[in-house]
């Protein structure tokens, strides 16, 4: 029974901490000045992008293997934007608006989490055998997940409430970010042999979805009508999720 409760504690926590992030929503006004949601766009698009990198790219070259360990990152990162160019329409119906940033963003987010929480069950496989490293691992890699997507569910909320959305929508849409990391999870948990492989290309194409969507979205909204607010908020979003991501 502890290792039921452990192993489903070490699988949920992700989207819990995602939910938390996704709060935000409610901590402000709906309308604020147009520089508060340039700089929020910008912290977002650095989050993203420190996320794409730290969480998914690097962590997606150290599975790959052989000589040709470049191939499941690269190609991964292209199909992956390609992807999400495709899926645009069908990103926009996420919210009620039609088609637009906020759709995609959301998509970007969820995908982005969908890897991240396969590694969390493929870690907690290893644990229900025994090992104390894999235990304290599984129980490690969940927590450093989690607090990476705090900022995560965040970045997800705030622009949504910043673009007119009701509190209520933009906590539901970053809370509902996050609960595909649980059922990546579980997927990964009962086929731990056979999704391992495909984890590279997963994780990069999770990627390059959040790659496009920051570059072709976010960073122009941050950066056209006041450059330098725009790139010190996405410097500064950068740093955060790299700082965590490090550290964790």
């Known amino acids: 029974m502890e290792k039921i409760i452990f192993t489903a504690g070490i699988l949920l926590l992700p989207a819990v901490c995602t939910t938390v992030g996704a709060a935000g929503a ?106 104390a490293d894999a235990v304290s691992g599984a129980l490690a890699l969940s927590l450093g997940i989690g607090l990476q997507s ?3 569910g965040a970045a997800v909320s705030l622009p949504l409430t910043q673009s007119g959305r009701t509190r209520g929508q933009s906590f539901a849409a970053g809370a509902a970010s996050g609960l595909v990391e649980p059922l990546g999870a579980v997927l990964a948990f009962v086929l731990a042999e056979w999704v391992g492989a495909a984890l590279p290309w997963l994780m990069s194409a999770a990627a390059g979805c959040m790659v496009c969507v920051t570059a072709q979205e976010m960073i122009p909204e941050a950066v056209e009508p006041d450059e330098v607010a725009g790139v010190i908020s996405i410097v500064l979003g950068f740093a955060l999720m790299m700082a965590l991501d490090v550290a964790l």
């Open 150 to 152: 705090i900022p995560e």
């Open 26 to 131: 409610f901590l402000f006004r709906r309308a604020q000045e147009p520089r508060t949601q340039r700089m929020t766009s910008g912290m977002a698009a650095g989050i993203m992008l420190a996320a794409s990198v730290w969480s998914l790219l690097l962590p997606a070259i150290a599975r790959s293997q052989g000589r040709a360990a470049w191939v499941p990152p690269a190609l991964g990162l292209i199909l992956g934007a390609v992807g999400l160019l495709r899926l645009e329409d069908a990103a926009g119906q996420l919210l009620a608006g039609g088609p637009g940033h906020c759709g995609r963003m959301v998509l970007a987010v969820t995908l982005h989490n969908l890897p991240e929480g396969m590694v969390v069950g493929l870690a907690a496989a290893l644990a229900l055998h025994g090992d």
